[in-house]
């Protein structure tokens, strides 16, 4: 799972702890955790809510790009 490599190099990078991530995206820190390893599979809305935290496009999150977009802007 690509998406589970990109979402831990994207905490990393801020310097984040799962626990903060998981509470920004209204999940238990067990579960978030869980995503990065892979070991479950993450819904769409927490996808949309980690693109949203962090200011990328969802296709950088789920590997699709690799090109850093902007979250779009309604």
């Known amino acids: ?3 589970a490599e ?3 190099e994207l ?3 801020k310097d984040y702890n799962q626990t903060y991530v998981a509470k920004a995206i ?3 820190q067990t579960t978030y955790s869980d995503y990065e ?3 479950l599979r993450m819904p769409i809305e927490c996808i949309v809510e980690l ?3 962090y200011d990328v496009n969802m296709d950088f ?3 699709v790009s690799d090109e850093k977009r ?3 802007k309604k």
């Open 1 to 3: 799972m690509r998406y």
């Open 6 to 8: 990109r979402i831990r």
């Open 11 to 13: 905490r990393e990078d």
């Open 26 to 28: 209204h999940v238990a």
């Open 37 to 39: 390893k892979g070991k």
């Open 51 to 53: 693109a949203r935290f």
């Open 61 to 63: 999150i789920i590997g």
């Open 70 to 72: 902007e979250f779009p």
